[in-house]
């Protein structure tokens, strides 16, 4: 098994089983049964965007669901049919969207939240790049931040909490290389998000529980890009350690 998703099964598989983890792995979630297993990882991680059929997972374990799909793979925030209607790319809902993204962002452009077609993520073909249709949205809300926030205050360190694939923080080393930034998430999204900016080419990296005391020192004195914690890991950040 390649080294790299060995790394990402045994920080999965080695989380201190809080009672947070245990309340976001029931339900609808319950298919997280698949990432218990090591042999899953690369066909997991290298199709965030597609719908994966069950057949196709080589390791099952308790998961006993048959001939069903996993709607966009693991990044399954949204409903199948919200990603049909509301969220399909000929939608009213998409095309005011994008107008809206036009006519209002002043700082980015289509250019800028386009990114090269990886992890068979879904999205609007653009100067031989894709654009998932989340990131016009998202856009919208990172131009509104550089006008009013990035202009006007000496931003160096930021934390965000529910980062979902993990673009803002893309956006916000893209726009200044120099920042830092911390993504605050539950266990399986991490791995998202991981996977994700790894492949853009950050530097990211995961605190292990071991690390935890640590920190502050890291987030301040460490290189990075980019640094995932865990929701618990919070109660351990000093005030004067993140600037946004």
């Known amino acids: 098994m390649d080294d790299y998703f060995k790394k990402l099964y045994c920080y999965y598989s080695n989380i201190n089983r809080t009672s947070l983890y245990e309340w976001v792995s029931v339900g609808d979630m319950?298919?997280?049964?698949?990432?218990?297993?090591?042999?899953?990882?690369?066909?997991?991680?290298?199709?965030?965007?597609?719908?994966?059929?069950?057949?196709?997972?080589?390791?099952?374990?308790?998961y006993r669901e048959k001939n069903v799909t996993i709607s966009k793979g693991l990044n399954f925030a949204h409903s199948k049919e919200l990603y049909n209607t509301v969220w399909s790319k000929n939608s009213n809902f998409i095309i005011y969207l994008i107008k809206l993204f036009k006519k209002n962002c002043k700082h980015i452009n289509e250019d800028f939240i386009s990114i090269p077609p990886i992890l068979n993520l879904p999205g609007l073909v653009f100067d031989n790049k894709i654009i998932p249709i989340n990131f016009y949205r998202q856009g919208i809300q990172f131009d509104y931040i550089i006008e009013n926030i990035f202009s006007r205050y000496n931003i160096d360190i930021i934390l965000e909490i529910g980062a979902g694939l993990g673009n803002m923080a893309h956006f916000t080393k893209k726009y200044d290389k120099n920042k830092k930034y911390i993504l605050l998430d539950i266990p399986h999204t991490l791995l998202i998000q991981y996977h994700f900016l790894k492949t853009m080419g950050y530097n990211v990296l995961l605190l292990k529980e071991e690390m935890v005391n640590?920190?502050?020192?890291?987030?301040?004195?460490?290189?990075?890009?980019?640094?995932?914690?865990?929701?618990?890991?919070?109660?351990k950040l000093q005030d004067n350690s993140i600037d946004l």
């Not at 640590?214 to 919070?234: A, G, R, T, V």
């Open 30 to 62: 319950r298919y997280l049964e698949l990432l218990n297993y090591e042999e899953n990882y690369p066909i997991l991680l290298n199709n965030l965007g597609t719908t994966l059929n069950i057949s196709l997972i080589s390791n099952k374990g308790n």
């Open 214 to 235: 640590d920190i502050n020192n890291i987030i301040l004195n460490l290189e990075f890009d980019i640094l995932l914690i865990l929701p618990h890991h919070i109660n």
